[in-house]
């Protein structure tokens, strides 16, 4: 699927990209950061698909509202100010990368060996718990409420509607 993004943030270079991975302690999934580097996040164009399924079987679905940029921009969330700012909130294994529409839950990328590239959401409330940053993957998402909404970012963006 070819993405269409509004208002994204400026080009990254591979140094921006790196210096963010070694804040975060992992290597960033390779789709995602081509996708980093082709848009820096952004809001989908109006004739953009933006919707994703999270519960299929019971037609639960949301939809992004903007992806996060690691480079800041006037109008989207800083990347790595909002995982700094969910640590509070989920172990640093996952990493926000898009606000929904009606909610602003965060969608989230799986960083960990077991988690690694995976996409996904959690609503539950946004109370900061006793889950460590290193937590083992299946605490963290039994603990959050976190369904996988995809087994890829690649997936993720290919099963927008």
Known sequence: MSLLLINSGNKLTPT??????????FML???????????????PGPNTPCKFWIWRESKWQDS????????LTKKHGHLPFE???????????????AATRDSRDPVYLGLSAGLSGKVFFS?????????????ADADILADKG?????????EFLDNLF
């Not at 999934?29 to 809001?43: A, I, K, S, T, W």
């Not at 995982?83 to 990368?97: C, E, K």
């Not at 976190?146 to 690649?154: K, M």
């Open 29 to 43: 999934p390779v789709e995602y950061r081509q996708f980093l580097f082709e848009h820096n996040g952004g809001d």
């Open 64 to 71: 992004v509202a903007w992806f996060f940029s690691v480079a």
């Open 123 to 135: 609503s539950s409330s946004r109370v900061p718990t006793a889950v460590t940053p290193m937590s």
């Open 83 to 97: 995982w700094r700012s969910d640590l509070d909130y989920m172990p640093r294994q996952l990493l926000p990368i």
């Open 146 to 154: 976190t369904i996988e909404v995809a087994g890829s970012f690649r």
């Open 16 to 25: 921006v990209i790196d210096k963010f991975e070694r804040e975060l302690g």
